[in-house]
């Protein structure tokens, strides 16, 4: 999903207070010490919505969340395990913690995917640790910090199975115009490559009406664009008596008053059907933009990453899109370096790339992942060989793009502002295929939808300057 790491913070002030060794929250209007936290989020939008759903949890117990792991009393790793770099990265920061706070200890606790990987494991590796938490039971996180403030310093909270995952009653929205919604949780898929079936658990999907409900209630809240949510979103199957369709889905959504724009992510092309580029281009609502993940060029490469799909059929998906009346940007992923990728299929990958121009590519050498059926196989490319050739890729991609943005030079979109740079006095906006677009602005125009024509380009990025 391209971002590994994300601070989530807020600015809420409930009292509480810390007692020994601890955390019980204070009642209202109680003038004790106040128990702080702090979550570092890494890897991918669910995750992000994921440190929501904690921060409101946790909030309506009574804690505040602080902009730093220095004033907090609870630090809170959500992880990614989806590459070794990413799970690395967090037990790096565990050590720094460790030695940083060794004097003034903290209340540290891992959630997420690496959590749920690892286990108890995580508490002889990192003895700092006191929490160890998967996604599936953030729910419960009062019950489990309630063990810790009795004295236990190891707690556990790893279920799979369950559909607590859908409980947004306390979610915390970080950002103000866009909501996140997860659809869809767990994965049946299972890429050899991929530890996400085994952290996440099986596949459930939420009911049409509690979805379509939720979203009402955003959009009477004010939250213009809805990101629906899922390991593989379009695997979503209706449980409700109305049995819609993924697409109908989209359209049902999309037709909400106050519903401005509607993304959804990750698809996989095995369950990318044409009556969703008809939804796209029957609802203006429903942004034209498609993350649709290839991982590799290589039917060979793809039939041992088990992924369902020959490149010819990735290619007729592709194709379908082309055909909207819409012009919808696509956007993918891709790993580099698979067990016993060739140099021939490599350069299906580069020739992939030529054929299919993506606006945008993620791209990753590969790394063993535990509990996968890849992990059992010889990682048989060397690493310098996976570097030159993830090097080459991004090059290759990166000049495609600096054509595509070019092309846009002179068009009009329309832009919301997402934030502003005071240094350089501009605008940073995104339009609804997703291109991020600096204009000059003021901080008054964030969260406003402006309309801008683009001025120039670069290989991630427009210029312009509103109308």
Not at 391 to 410: D, F, K, P, S, Y
């Amino acid at each position: 999903m391209g971002n590994d790491l994300i601070q989530i913070t807020s600015t809420a002030d409930t009292p509480q207070e810390q007692v020994g060794a601890g955390l019980r929250p204070a009642p209202t209007g109680s003038c004790e010490k106040a128990v702080t936290f702090f979550i570092e989020t890494f890897g991918c939008a669910m995750n992000v919505h994921d440190s929501e759903k904690v921060a409101g949890t946790l909030v309506a117990r009574g804690y505040r969340a602080v902009d730093s792991h220095a004033e907090a009393d609870l630090i809170l790793y959500n992880t990614c395990s989806i590459r070794e770099k990413a799970a690395g990265k967090v037990f790096s920061y565990l050590g720094t913690l460790k030695k940083a706070f060794r004097n003034n200890p903290k209340i540290i606790g891992v959630l997420g995917c690496v959590a749920q990987q690892e286990g108890e494991a995580i508490f002889e590796r990192a003895p700092q640790v006191s929490l160890v938490c998967g996604s599936a039971s953030y729910t419960r996180l009062p019950d489990l910090l309630e063990e810790i403030e009795h004295g236990n310093r190891r707690v556990m909270g790893l279920d799979l199975d369950t559909d607590e995952c859908f409980e947004t009653e306390l979610t915390r929205r970080d950002n103000p115009f866009r909501a996140y919604l997860t659809i869809v949780e767990g994965c049946d898929q299972r890429c050899a490559f991929c530890v996400v079936p085994y952290t996440r658990g099986p596949e459930r999907s939420r009911p049409s009406d509690k979805i379509l409900d939720e979203c009402r209630r955003l959009a009477g809240e004010g939250y213009g664009e809805i990101q629906l949510l899922g390991q593989i979103v379009n695997a979503w199957k209706d449980p409700s008596s109305a049995r819609l369709t993924f697409a109908e889905l989209l359209g049902r959504v999309a037709e909400i008053p106050g519903v401005r724009r509607v993304r959804f992510t990750t698809s996989h092309p095995r369950y990318f059907t044409p009556d969703i580029v008809e939804a796209i281009d029957s609802h203006p609502a429903l942004c034209e933009q498609v993350h649709l993940p290839v991982q590799s060029g290589s039917s060979a490469v793809l039939a041992r990453m088990l992924r369902g799909y020959t490149r010819e059929q990735y290619l007729e998906k592709i194709d379908c899109i082309r055909r909207a009346r819409r012009a919808i940007s696509i956007s993918t992923d891709i790993i580099v370096g698979f067990c016993g990728e060739t140099q021939e299929d490599f350069e299906q990958t580069m020739s992939l790339l030529d054929a299919v121009q993506y606006d945008q590519v993620f791209s990753f050498k590969y790394s063993p992942r535990p509990n996968t059926a890849a992990g059992s196989i010889e990682d048989s490319v060397p690493e310098e060989v996976k570097a030159a050739r993830l090097a080459a890729l991004q090059e290759r991609q990166r000049q495609i793009q600096i054509g595509t943005n070019q092309a846009l030079v002179g068009q009009v979109f329309e832009v919301l502002a997402e934030s502003f740079q005071p240094r350089l006095g501009q605008v940073v906006g995104r339009t609804s295929s997703n291109r991020i677009v600096n204009f000059p602005g003021t901080p008054g125009e964030v969260g406003q939808y402006l309309t801008v024509r683009a001025t120039s380009a670069g290989p991630n990025s427009l210029v312009g300057e509103k109308l």
